[in-house]
């Protein structure tokens, strides 16, 4: 069966520093692979999406980049966090019609 | 232009009785999809019911029924004696055109809260 793995669940950070968060999809093959982010009380806003390994398309400017460096694995990276970074990240994957979330890491900038 | 609106911030609904989340999108793509997500508080996100634009029936899952109304762009959630665990948030979403490498765009939520 089809399981996706996120982490870390949280992580609190400081501003300026990095950040490397790691998700990966086992069960299946060329996955599109989705990173989300969520404010607090709001929807998800989609950040980054891949069809494919090295593919990555940009839904919004910002701090932050992506990379598909495996077929089954995507990661969400910035050199140097801000405040306003914070907020509840989300991966995905899809195939066909479905779609599968993470558990999430909860991310705080102080 | 929000692609999904959402109007109820919050809705309270008795245990037992069934509520409507309304949810409208916006596209002019004819292919496309609808879902509905919920949200417990620990995050994870639950897939709950799906609808495609060519279906002709409406979808249902359970207690889980989708009211789609195509001509009124409107993909609205009914769930059938609630349950306290319901409480939540929910989340419709829709995806356009193709499957391949197609992306939700979510609705801002409505956080239901089921009373005892």
């Known amino acids: 069966s089809q399981t996706i793995h996120q982490w870390p669940a949280t992580l609190v950070q400081p501003v300026g520093s990095p950040l490397s968060l790691e998700c990966t999809v086992e069960g299946t093959s060329n996955p599109n692979l989705y990173w989300y982010r969520q404010a607090a009380g709001r929807g998800l806003q989609l950040l980054f999406y891949s069809v494919g390994i090295g593919q990555i398309s940009s839904e919004v400017p910002q701090n932050l980049s992506a990379s598909r460096p495996q077929d089954r694995q995507f990661i969400l990276s910035s050199k140097k966090l801000l405040l306003s970074d914070s907020g509840f990240y989300l991966c995905a994957w899809s195939l066909n019609e479905g779609y599968t979330f993470g558990s999430g890491t909860r991310l705080t900038v102080v | 232009a929000q692609k999904i609106t959402q109007t109820q911030p919050g809705m309270f609904v008795q245990e037992k009785e069934a509520v409507t989340l309304d949810c409208t999108y916006d596209t002019s793509d004819p292919s496309y999809g609808l879902f509905w997500y919920k949200q417990p508080s620990s995050g994870e996100m639950i897939f709950l019911i799906y609808q495609g634009s060519y279906d002709q029936q409406n979808a249902t899952e359970g207690r889980y029924s989708l009211n789609f109304q195509k001509a009124r762009k409107s993909a609205n959630l009914v769930i059938s004696a609630s349950q306290l665990g319901d409480s939540a948030m929910y989340f419709c979403?829709?995806?356009?055109?193709?499957?391949?490498?197609?992306?939700?765009?979510f609705g801002e939520g409505t956080q239901l809260t089921v009373n005892p």
């Open positions: 979403a829709m995806r356009e055109g193709g499957t391949s490498g197609s992306r939700l765009t």
